[in-house]
């Protein structure tokens, strides 16, 4: 993924919020608030669907910057147990 899409499930989720609402309070003849619980559901799952399941997955590594990523990832990894609930 290209560092100019990085942000790019956050706009398509936005989107679809933004089209469904109205299709479903005006169109549908649904409640608004409703509707609005819906469209957001809607909009939050599209924006977890479309993002990255790697970290730093959209960084271009070559070279020296692979060795940096690997080591933030490897760092993360290993402090991710650390973080949980307490």
């Known amino acids: 993924m290209p ?12 989107a679809a919020a933004a089209i469904l609402l109205p299709v479903l309070a005006i169109g549908v ?3 608004f608030w409703i509707a609005g619980i819906i469209s957001a559901a809607a909009g939050g799952g599209l924006v977890v669907l479309l993002s990255p399941r790697k970290l730093f997955e959209g ?7 692979r060795g940096k990523i690997e080591f933030a990832r490897s760092l993360l990894t290993d402090a991710e147990p650390l973080a949980g609930p307490s």
Request: glycine letters at 22%; charged letters at 5%; proline letters at 9%.
């Open 3 to 14: 560092p100019a899409l990085a942000g790019m499930n956050w706009i398509a989720g936005g």
């Open 29 to 31: 003849g649904m409640p």
């Open 59 to 65: 960084l271009d590594a070559s070279g020296v910057a």
